[in-house]
């Protein structure tokens, strides 16, 4: 009879032992409070702002990149060689732009000047010839000049002083120069073209890919000859800084937890070598612990996320690897 009972009494014990460990297995002697959760980091889907042929793509997945650096390029030859017209465009436009600033040269208000001067010329000449024939024909009573010969004096006359006039108007204006309002239109044509290479330029630096931050390459998605749009990711990218290990915390013991508080984060494959972290969110609403936490006495509770800031400085710890934090009870 004495050792059934000394068996149901160490069952007893050990049952007890068990619920005590179940109920403060998270909290150490020394008064620690430890905490199990997940390696959380910031991702990125990283795609070309433009559309196009991917032509190249000078990184592959788990590679360490650096922010600026060159990720991918899009075939952008047609947009360079439509830049370069619009360039030679500029050209033309601001060359017709300097004629107009500087206004007639010397050389061709000279050549205006002759011009009225050889209309002038013109018309003294043609006034001539018809007093001429007026005189004949007031001295032969109108009989040696006819009237259509009268008439055409007249008519050439007319037309010589005309030219003169006209000439004369064109000097005027070449010692005026351009008109304001054609100078302005000048400068909004040059104006309108720079707008359309820098749009042009644009494009084509949006066909190469930079990385926004240090970071690590978790996907390539796209392959040289595949075509891009804004819609299509090219890469996921995982931003290691900063890391951070999601934990979940009781209501009985969220007074144990301030932001700022110093922590130690080990992991499965290297409990030994802690990392230096601290507090640095904590949930001010109560959840449902996660289906993640495996355990049915904590998925039923309600529980209070916190966020633990870690320096990874080696980069030790992965994205949703299991980890386990530890605050209070002596820790810097």
């Known amino acids: 009879m004495k050792k059934p ?123 001539k010839d018809l007093a001429r024939l007026q005189g004949i024909a007031a ?27 006209q000439q004369q108007d064109a000097l005027r204006l070449s010692e005026i120069g351009p008109r304001r309002e054609d100078i302005a239109a000048a400068e909004a044509q040059v104006k309108a073209s720079q707008a359309q290479l820098a749009l042009l330029q644009h494009q084509v630096a949006q066909g190469q890919l930079l990385a926004p931050s240090d970071a690590v390459v978790r996907s390539r998605l796209l392959e040289p000859g595949d075509m891009a749009t804004p819609q299509k990711p090219v890469f996921a990218l995982a931003i290691t800084r900063p890391k951070w290990v999601r934990v979940y915390v009781s209501e009985p013991d969220l007074g144990k937890v301030k932001p700022g508080q110093s922590a130690r984060v080990a992991t499965d494959s290297a409990p030994d070598t802690p990392i230096a972290g601290k507090v640095g969110y904590i949930s001010a609403v109560a959840e449902f612990t996660p289906k993640s936490v495996q355990t049915e006495e904590l998925r039923t509770s309600l529980v ?19 980890a386990t934090v530890t605050l209070g009870g002596g820790v810097q």
């Open 139 to 165: 001295s032969t009573d109108n009989r040696g000049v006819s009237a259509q010969e009268l008439d055409r004096a007249r008519a050439a006359v007319q037309v010589a002083n005309a030219q003169a006039a």
């Open 5 to 127: 009972l000394i068996g149901l009494g160490l069952l007893i014990v050990l049952a007890l032992g068990t619920w005590a460990w179940i109920h403060h297995r998270d909290t150490k002697g020394d008064g620690a409070l430890m905490l199990y959760g997940n390696v959380d980091i910031r991702q990125v889907s990283l795609a070309f702002d433009g559309s196009g042929r991917v032509a190249e793509v000078k990184v592959d997945e788990g590679d360490a990149v650096k922010a600026g650096q060159l990720l991918a390029t899009l075939d952008t030859q047609t947009l360079a060689l439509q830049a370069e017209q619009a360039q030679a465009q500029i050209a033309v436009q601001q060359q017709n732009l300097l004629r107009l600033k500087n206004g007639t040269r010397p050389e061709e208000r000279a050549q205006a000047r002759s011009s009225v001067t050889a209309a002038q010329a013109e018309a003294v000449r043609a006034q």
């Open 304 to 322: 209070y996320e916190v966020r633990v800031i870690v320096e990874d400085k080696d980069n030790a710890l992965r994205l949703g690897q299991p």
